[in-house]
């Protein structure tokens, strides 16, 4: 039985992601994992929603996150970053 994945990638930074999400399933591929479904997302900041439809799926193991923040004049991206990083980690803690 192999691994089933769900993939929730950034839209911000598409020609970032794009590449990431592409090497991603080559990935999943050559370790013999499925990548059963994509939700295109905002940017990560979007990403815990998505993240948990999938995890409350019962044909899902495991999702993989693919979102690119840069650093810019303000410190925008460090809010980003960190509000991201805490919600999919409650989830991580939540779904097990």
């Known amino acids: 039985m192999s691994i089933r994945l769900g993939f929730v990638v950034s839209e911000f ?3 970032i992601t ?4 592409i090497l991603g399933r080559e990935h999943a ?3 013999g994992a499925e990548v059963i479904g ?3 997302v905002p940017g990560v900041y ?3 929603l998505a993240i948990k439809k999938f995890l409350e ?4 193991d495991a999702v ?3 979102g690119a923040v840069i650093e810019g004049a303000t410190e925008h991206d460090e809010v980003v970053v960190q ?3 805490r919600k999919i980690t409650d989830l991580s803690l939540e779904y097990n």
């Open 83 to 85: 509000h991201a990083a």
């Open 29 to 31: 591929a050559f370790l």
């Open 57 to 60: 799926r019962s044909d899902v």
């Open 13 to 15: 930074n598409r020609d």
């Open 46 to 48: 979007d990403m815990p």
């Open 38 to 40: 994509m939700t295109l």
């Open 18 to 21: 794009y590449q990431m999400e």
């Open 64 to 66: 993989v996150t693919l």
